[in-house]
């Protein structure tokens, strides 16, 4: 159904299935960007860099790797040097995510202005430049 | 013997809670095998097995008969001589079953799959007390993936999508197919509201409330096992659901 | 434009997707959310709230099990299946359940 989308001035923003499996099904060149979204820890790392294979070896557009729940610079590091050869847009841990988790409402709602909005709100603009 | 799977969203915990009730039951002089069904195996960590890449080798099944499986255990290998043979050894004399492995060929991938899924089915239910890890989301326990449980523990987080995929998980034992008891682990608990806000949404009895404790999260980034940085909050909420099951769950034999 | 998003269970790729399908339509673009979870929550994400989400998971099941007609064009499906969500995104749900046991 992706890939079968019409080309228009509209941009999909797919929540693929968690793991990756949808992503080795979806028909080559389906999208024109793939977010890779890894957690700084090896099991999430793991998912992302066979998830990052995978958009690569189909075509699935750039492939941006986004660290989130980062929580000091160790995590930040730990998945630049992984992903040394991709761009890696990195997302603050934030309270106010996690209190919108809670709640099952969106973080916009809760907090504009804080830095794990910012930081998904910069990775729009990257998308769109 | 206990035989017991954990499901839920996928990060809710599962693989920490069931890898460490795992060992943590088999310290109490029980066989153990941990069952992980999960394509992106996460319980090896938890278990302190160091490998998640333990594919099992493809000369293990043949060819199956026509109209039947794709992929049967070939002749003279049964499934305890299975599990004898190739489910890795971990601490505390766990016994690991992996499903399959994603990093593998498609082709070996499915061999190992077809091979699990034969042991799990036709293994002496009174040989092994089992703990099994069922992948994120309601896809297995769905199409009835943890037949060999007779309990099915819900692994929730207080987030508004953990409770909801526990609904959904709730809601297709009680329309598919189900094991006996299904009940709830409340997971990274930091309010006592939480517990009553999961069994409100829920309507299971909740059988164990882990507290949420940074040394998980700092196990986690080092792909270690929580059991194996001592005890601590984990630890011991997880050492008491175990109790909880013996006195509660054991089935007779 | 089509943005797929990945990442293991737990990993914040709902969050992330929600947030980030918002703020594109802020910066004046039009944005369709896309559910392509077999546990579909991305309404929650993008702030429709819990009933709705479940509304959309019924529907899809509905769709899958060949209860409705099926609907052919995107429009069709964007207008049966789906929802708007804040900032004028339009949420549609349609991952179909594939059976996972090895056949």
């Known amino acids: ?129 | 013997m206990i035989r017991i799977a954990f499901a839920g969203k996928g990060g809710s915990g599962k693989s920490s809670v069931s890898g460490t009730f795992a060992r943590l039951l088999a310290r109490r002089d029980r066989p153990v095998l941990a069952v992980d069904s999960d394509p992106l195996p996460g319980m090896a960590y938890s278990l302190g097995i160091p490998v998640d890449d333990h594919p099992t080798p493809d000369d293990v099944v043949v060819e199956g008969p026509e109209g039947g499986p794709k992929w049967v255990l070939r002749p003279g290998l049964d499934a305890a001589g299975f599990i004898d043979q190739y489910a890795a050894a971990g601490p505390d004399d766990v016994r690991y079953l992996q499903f399959g492995n994603s990093w593998g060929h498609w082709s070996t991938l499915q061999r190992g799959q077809h091979a699990w899924s034969q042991v799990v089915r036709e293994m002496d239910p009174n040989a092994w007390n089992v703990v099994g890890d069922l992948p994120g989301g309601t896809r297995q326990a769905m199409f009835g993936w943890a037949k060999y449980a007779d309990v099915l523990a819900l692994v929730v987080e207080p987030t508004a999508k953990s409770i909801q995929v526990a609904r959904r998980l709730r809601n297709i034992t009680k329309a598919e197919w189900s094991p006996e008891h299904v009940v709830v682990v409340a997971n990274r608990i930091d309010h006592p509201d939480d517990v009553q806000r999961i069994h409100d949404a829920l309507e299971r009895p909740i059988i164990g409330a882990i507290p949420d404790d940074a040394a998980v999260t700092a196990a986690d980034k080092r792909a270690a096992a929580p059991l194996d940085d001592g005890s601590g909050p984990f630890v011991d909420a997880v050492e008491q659901l175990v109790d909880t099951v013996e006195s509660s769950y054991d089935a007779v034999s | ?103």
């Open chain 1, 1 to 129: 159904m992706l890939s079968s989308v019409p080309h228009t001035d509209t941009i999909i923003v797919a929540d693929l299935e968690a793991g990756i499996g949808t992503l080795t099904r979806l028909p080559e060149q389906a999208v024109e960007h793939t977010l890779v979204i890894v957690e700084p820890t090896p099991r999430s790392i793991d998912v992302g860099l066979r998830a990052v294979q995978v958009a690569t070896d189909r075509g699935q557009g750039s492939v941006t790797v986004v660290a989130n729940k980062v929580a000091n610079d160790e995590d930040d590091a730990r998945v630049r040097s992984t992903f040394a050869d991709h761009t890696v847009v990195a997302v603050p841990a934030d309270r106010v995510v996690v209190r919108a988790d809670r709640e099952g409402a969106s973080p916009l709602d809760f907090g504009a202005e804080s830095p794990a909005v910012i930081a998904i709100g910069e990775l729009a603009q990257l998308l769109t430049q």
């Open chain 3, 1 to 103: 434009m089509r943005v797929a998003v990945v990442g293991k269970g737990g990993s914040g790729k709902t969050s992330v997707s929600g947030v980030l399908a918002r703020s594109l339509a802020r910066h004046g673009h039009h944005v369709i959310g896309l559910d392509c979870d077999t546990n579909p929550n991305l309404g929650l994400s993008l702030g429709v709230g819990d009933l709705e989400t479940e509304r959309l998971l019924s529907l899809r099941d509905q769709i899958d099990e060949g209860e409705q007609k099926h609907a052919h064009t995107w429009a069709d499906i964007l207008d049966a299946y789906g929802t708007d969500a804040p900032d004028g995104v339009r949420l549609t749900v349609v991952n179909r359940i594939d059976n996972p046991e090895p056949d």
